[in-house]
């Protein structure tokens, strides 16, 4: 296989990195891993722990660039309600061997020895009170006190396999035991996420579970967006189902379509021309609520009553879908039930989704029928691994997707 690059430089800077420049002679390592983002870092520590040598190699800059975005700049590194349920594969039981075996508990162990504090957000969501560059230093510390070597700004060109594998790197050639397939999935391109990962499993003739962006915004046609658009800005706690499928949490309107946690959760299982039903009130009466204001103020327009209960702006948007006038006193039953059911049960069509440009993960990847849950190693070519994003394992928002990177990478890392 053959993936185009241009000759960079491997420079590193900032404390507890180690320096190593690919020379034109072929080095030797036990393991060699393409990624240096979490799992990838993971996988690392654990390896060179267990006395093996290791290079860590990386196209950007800095290692762990999901890590400094993520959370706003806090790193949402973890949850605390982690189950299988809350993991998207062809085989959900798949990911149960390493979460079980390397948990949250784990990890905020390690976050506390590092003397990071960290709080719970929402919903089990757990934040460093500082930057997430800590999860970063934290990280580079322990490969620092095992001896991993990384090496930066140094695209993966090729690899061939007899006994041992040979992997082509800009600036040289590197052989190994074990090869670790770190790199992530196509989510922001802008960092540069490609879909190398995939290029190396089908070279090596593994099944690709076919990919698509995941926990995106969702976008609309564009005879249905003026409406949208015009409330964009505006929030409000929903519920949105796809089946028997759903998440209560904010929904945030955009000048293109949908957004906020529970347009983003629900992306995860949103094909396209599937409909999405949304509360738009969750758990709110409105109904009973209107026919008490009804009897009390019936001179109050409509959409003056439901601002008690909807963002203005949604409230209009609500009115005049349904097509209501008048005041509330010239509304029947009937009407304010039909009101009631626009708010509660809000049947939406979206078109597509804005892309890998904005999805924080990709669903899909490698077969993990092609996969050993315990090791992450392929069954059918010894010494090659796999995790993290790449693996068709895809985690909810929430922490869910940082918990797979650590638990997939200390997996490999017990194997390699």
Excluded at 15 to 24: G, M
Aim: proline letters at 2%; aromatic letters at 8%.
């Amino acid at each position: 296989m053959h993936v185009s690059a241009s000759q960079k430089s491997c420079k590193l800077s900032a404390c507890a990195k180690r320096l190593f420049t690919v020379s034109e002679s072929m080095e030797h390592y036990d393991v060699v891993i393409i990624g240096a983002g979490a799992a990838g870092m993971m996988c690392a520590i654990e390896a060179g722990r267990r006395g093996r040598s290791v290079l860590l190699v990386d196209h950007a800059k800095s290692v762990g660039e999901k890590i400094r975005i993520s959370g706003g700049g806090r790193c949402n590194f973890t949850n605390l309600n982690i189950s299988r349920e809350k993991f998207i594969s062809q085989n959900q039981r798949f990911a149960l061997s390493a979460l079980s075996r390397y948990t949250q508990w784990d990890f905020i162990q390690m976050v506390v020895e590092a003397d990071i504090s960290y709080h719970e957000k929402t919903l089990g969501q757990l934040f460093c009170d500082g930057k997430s560059t800590q999860i970063i230093d934290m990280l580079l510390g322990h490969l620092h006190d095992v001896q991993v070597d990384i090496v930066l700004e140094t695209e993966f060109l090729d690899v061939q396999k007899d006994e041992q594998y040979e992997v082509t790197l800009t600036g040289g050639t590197v052989s190994c035991e074990s090869l670790v397939v770190a790199c992530g999935g196509k989510s922001i391109p802008k960092m540069g996420a490609t879909g190398l990962g995939y290029e190396i499993a089908k070279h090596f003739g593994l099944n690709i579970i076919e990919t698509r962006p995941a926990l995106v915004p969702l976008t609309f046609a564009e005879q249905d967006l003026g409406p949208i658009a015009a409330m964009s800005g505006t929030s409000v706690y929903a519920s949105v189902r796809h089946g028997k499928t759903s998440f209560e949490e904010g929904l945030l309107f955009t000048h293109r379509g949908l957004s906020g946690p529970s347009i983003l959760q629900i992306s995860s299982y949103w094909k396209e021309g599937d409909t999405l039903s949304v509360d738009l009130a969750f758990s709110e009466p409105i109904l009973a609520a209107l026919q008490k204001k009804r009897s009390e103020y019936g001179r109050i327009a409509v959409q003056t009553a439901l601002t008690d209960h909807l963002p203005k702006a949604l409230a209009k948007f609500i009115v005049e879908n349904v097509g209501l006038k008048g005041n509330l006193a010239d509304q029947s039953d009937k009407r304010l039930q039909q009101l009631d059911d626009a708010i509660h049960h809000w049947q939406i069509k979206p078109v597509g989704s804005e892309g890998y440009r904005t999805a924080e993960v990709t669903l899909g990847g490698v077969d993990t029928k092609e996969l050993d849950a315990k090791t992450m190693e392929t069954n059918s070519v010894k010494g090659l691994y796999f995790i993290g994003e790449v693996v068709d394992v895809t985690g909810w928002l929430g922490g869910y997707n940082f918990q797979w990177a650590w638990s997939s990478g200390w997996a490999a890392g017990q194997a390699v």
